[in-house]
């Protein structure tokens, strides 16, 4: 059996990690090979990635010593942290610290980070057109992963930083199309702009792109997207794939913010962000090339045909 450079993928259970790890295990090249770290080796997801040809080993970001004995060997690194499991910044930049430190430590080659914009450079704290929340934040769950980004070349680790974007998965959850008074209804805070979205999958898919450019990438952000569309496109896209009219309801900004579910405030403000700053936001995010990395990049009309089925009934 041939050795393969090795790619360890923090989250590996997850989304964006997930992703990646199926689309390394998927490659016709077999360039490299998956160590899927997860804190419960026991689950059906680790369990299906065993299955599937990959090296499941416990860490725990928490556990700065777990992610470098998990590191150890590795060739390259996905990191991806999830600040909606605590939704404390603080936590969330310990943890990409101490993954930094461990792919330092380790010899890690290639480290590449999930990461998101700040919007602190487009929305300064003094801003009154969106809350500063948390004290020093406009978007916490954005400003804190981008704040991060210095810990990885503090600690002289080579890396891409991957800046991603709303997933079209969010339209199977809290933004699923409602029925009203006999017709479809889909809504978030958008107003006129288009929204750049992505297929998590695409995530993963783009991280396995970039690992095939070597180090060409190192030291580089590349930003990503799938599709930019505006409310009533989403809205057209439903309606072309579901066979019935969806109409798109613009929902206020400040109404997100009050809808009282933790983390509210911070998506009300994302969404804010998104919809002022669509031009600045979509001009980072050449589609272009982001399809050089990822050739099966999904529209989100493709995403949709492929999700079909998970909106029957509604």
């Known amino acids: 059996m041939p050795v393969h450079k090795i790619i360890a993928v923090v989250g590996a259970t997850g989304a964006q990690g997930g992703g990646l790890a199926r689309a390394i295990l998927a ?6 090979g998956v160590r899927a770290l ?3 080796t026991g689950s059906d997801e ?6 599937l040809g990959a090296e499941v080993v416990r860490a725990d970001l928490d556990d700065e010593a777990s992610v470098a004995r998990a590191f150890d060997g590795a060739h390259g690194a996905f990191v991806v942290t999830n600040f909606w499991e605590h939704g404390d910044p603080a936590r969330e930049q310990a943890q990409a610290g101490a993954t ?3 792919a330092k430590s380790a010899g890690v080659d290639h480290v ?4 998101l914009d700040d919007t602190r450079e487009l929305v300064p704290l003094d801003d009154p057109r969106m809350p500063t929340l948390q004290g020093r934040y406009k978007v916490p769950h954005f400003d804190a992963k981008a704040e991060a980004n210095a810990l990885f070349g503090e600690a002289g680790v080579p890396t891409t930083f991957l800046e991603t974007t709303f997933y079209w998965e969010n339209f199977l959850g809290a933004l699923k199309p409602r029925r009203e008074d006999g017709r479809l209804v889909v ?3 958008m107003a006129d702009s288009p929204i750049a979205g992505i297929a998590s999958v695409d995530i993963g898919r783009t991280a396995l792109g970039i690992f095939k450019r070597g180090d060409e990438l190192v030291g580089r952000t590349v930003s990503i997207a799938g599709d930019f569309l505006t409310g009533d496109e989403v809205a057209a896209a439903f309606s ?3 066979g019935e009219e969806v109409v798109y309801e613009p929902m206020p900004f400040d109404a997100m913010r009050r809808a009282g ?3 509210a405030e911070d998506m009300g403000n994302m969404f804010q962000f998104y919809a002022e700053f669509s031009d600045e936001f979509s001009a980072k995010r050449d589609l272009d090339f982001v399809r050089e990395l990822d050739p099966w990049l999904q529209t989100f009309e493709d995403w949709l045909v492929a999700h079909r089925d998970a909106f029957a009934g509604l």
């Open 240 to 242: 072309r794939v579901l």
């Open 187 to 189: 809504s978030f805070p």
């Open 100 to 102: 930094a430190r461990a």
């Open 261 to 263: 579910f933790p983390g």
């Open 112 to 115: 590449i980070w999930s990461t």
């Open 38 to 40: 997860t804190r419960d």
């Open 27 to 32: 490659d016709p090249d077999k360039e490299f």
């Open 46 to 51: 680790a369990y299906e990635l065993a299955r």
